[in-house]
């Protein structure tokens, strides 16, 4: 049995006097309830091996993509083998856990004021950064001001519109004060994003310190990253005495060296080589996760700054043979929404589905008969991108649409963000976040629709700030709902589905649990161990 996060209640919502503390060695107090923090009941375990866990060895992660632009920084992942990175070398206040619920991370507390614009954070006790230095509030306000300050990553680009730096400040040596310009009522969400980790006031990219399960050892970009069992970690320590990080950029090759023995993990496993793992005794991890691979239109670039272009792009595309063909039925209908798990998703508005004649109508109102356009796509997306890029150009033919798909390699380059029309990948989020990050501008932002310059953008903005200072979480989903329903009418994302997480793993690897969040249970390679 997958996990489905659908399924599973919504314990992070903010409510008038919600706590985040930590109680203790696995229980998380929300709102006066508890539950456990590590992974759902029914959370997959992998068990390659029979018999209990054995320390030392060595994991070789096989990660999906990467780059020569490959980044050690905690604050600016781009790829997956930055991703993974990220997970084993820091930690932020909160964390999601498996379920995609609010669990504690280096935070023994967060508690909002009554108006949620005063967050008071109480540091975990005991936590040491891998210089050996304790983890205080002074980390804790620098980090702050590294992520949402002058130069915002897209971790802190909603918050750095509503911090208030001078009003946030060191209580004691485990406290800090958070203090909001105006009301943000589920700040939880932005402190437990794995790109908002705690460093060191101190800090430096080039040799990252971290307070993570693994501490840096060397860095190659775009080849291999190596790091080391930190051995006063202040949770379980690692099993594995060392953790090696790999780029692949090609599935096929990945696979051979998992069947080789030369990697014991693979994120993202294209789905037409699940039956060639498992044939080889292979592990295969699932999840129904709320990842997805959008297509993207620049709504302020021609021809797609013509809503109806955009309204025809999206009626071409037949979801259900992107699911079917691409994803090998692995995945789940999309309607040009993100964010399928929060308790706010606008899954009342109708299911889009192909409609030629529809499209071709459009085009034509719109004098675009004939259509030609390029789509940039990349091998460091992954493996999903190429699939479905080849089923949209024979979908586009049926509509009299010319697509040329142009490959770029780094795809995450400099010209990142400048395609007009292009693929992309997202994992799970909630809905303020990931538009926060990804459908408005800012610095550190991912903008790559410039969903700004179209026509309703100024009252989607406003319902948004409305959104984020509402309270009462009834009303906040109804100003939710009103902002979706404009970037389903308007948007420049086609998004057809969203793909169940498969990973692959070794038959001698032990102790991963699946998550709805990120791969191979958020990269959680603390708790592997790789029998002989």
Request: with cysteine.
């Amino acid at each position: 049995m997958t996990n489905d996060a659908s399924a599973q209640p919504d314990d992070s919502g903010f409510s008038r006097r919600t706590v985040f503390k930590f109680t203790g060695a696995t229980a998380l107090a929300v709102g006066g309830t508890e539950f456990l923090a590590a992974c759902g009941s029914d959370s997959k375990s992998t068990g390659g091996s029979s018999g209990p866990q054995k320390s030392g060895g060595q994991i070789i992660h096989g990660a999906t993509g990467g780059s020569s632009k490959d980044t050690l920084d905690a604050h600016r992942p781009v790829t997956n083998a930055d991703i993974a990175r990220c997970f084993n070398l820091y930690e932020p206040l909160l964390i999601w856990d498996n379920d995609y619920r609010i669990a504690p991370g280096l935070a023994e507390s967060v508690e909002p004021s009554a108006d949620a614009k005063t967050w008071t954070v109480k540091l975990r006790q005991g936590v040491t950064f891998h210089n050996g230095k304790d983890v205080t509030a002074e980390d804790v306000l620098f980090t702050l001001n590294r992520v949402a300050g002058k130069e915002p990553t897209s971790a802190g680009g909603a918050l750095s519109q509503i911090i208030d730096f001078d009003g946030t400040k060191k209580v004691d040596a485990s406290t800090v004060v958070i203090q909001l310009k105006t009301p943000y009522a589920v700040l939880q969400y932005l402190l437990a994003e794995y790109t908002f980790g705690v460093v060191p006031a101190d800090y430096d990219p080039a040799n990252p310190v971290g307070t993570g399960a693994f501490k840096y050892k060397s860095f190659t970009p775009g080849k291999n990253s190596v790091f080391t069992r930190y051995d006063d970690y202040w949770g379980d320590k690692a099993f594995a005495d060392e953790l090696q990080i790999q780029d692949f950029s090609d599935p096929s090759a990945q696979v051979n060296a998992l069947q080789a023995g030369q990697i014991q993990t693979i994120d993202n496993l294209p789905y037409n080589l699940i039956k060639t793992v498992k044939g080889q005794g292979g592990q295969i991890l699932e999840s129904k996760s709320g990842a997805w691979v959008p297509f993207t239109m620049r709504v302020d670039t021609k021809p797609f700054n013509d809503v109806r272009v955009r309204r025809a792009m999206r009626l071409i595309c037949d979801r259900q043979q992107m699911i079917d063909n691409a994803l090998s039925g692995y995945g789940r209908l999309g309607n040009d929404l993100y964010a399928p798990f929060d308790v706010a998703y606008a899954k009342d508005l109708p299911q889009r589905e192909q409609d030629i004649e529809q499209a071709k109508s459009l085009l034509k109102s719109a004098g675009q008969e004939g259509l030609q356009v390029q789509l940039f796509t990349g091998d460091d997306i992954g493996s999903v991108a190429p699939a479905t890029a080849a089923l949209f150009v024979q979908q586009a033919k049926k509509a009299g649409v010319d697509v040329k798909v142009v490959k770029k390699n780094p795809f995450y380059g400099d010209d990142y963000l400048s395609y007009p029309f292009a693929q992309d990948f997202w994992n799970t989020r909630n809905y303020l976040p990931q538009a926060a990050v990804g459908s408005m501008p800012g610095k550190g932002n991912y903008d790559e629709t410039h969903f700004e310059k179209s026509e309703n953008y100024a009252k989607f903005a406003g319902l948004i700030a409305s959104a984020q200072k509402e309270i009462d979480e009834s009303k906040r989903n109804s100003l939710l709902q009103d902002a979706q329903k404009i970037e389903y009418d308007e948007g420049g994302y086609i998004i057809w589905g969203f793909r169940n997480q498969i990973d692959a793993l070794s038959n001698k690897v032990q102790g991963l649990k699946s998550s709805v969040y990120q791969p191979l249970g958020s990269y959680n390679f603390k708790t592997v161990s790789v029998s002989a």
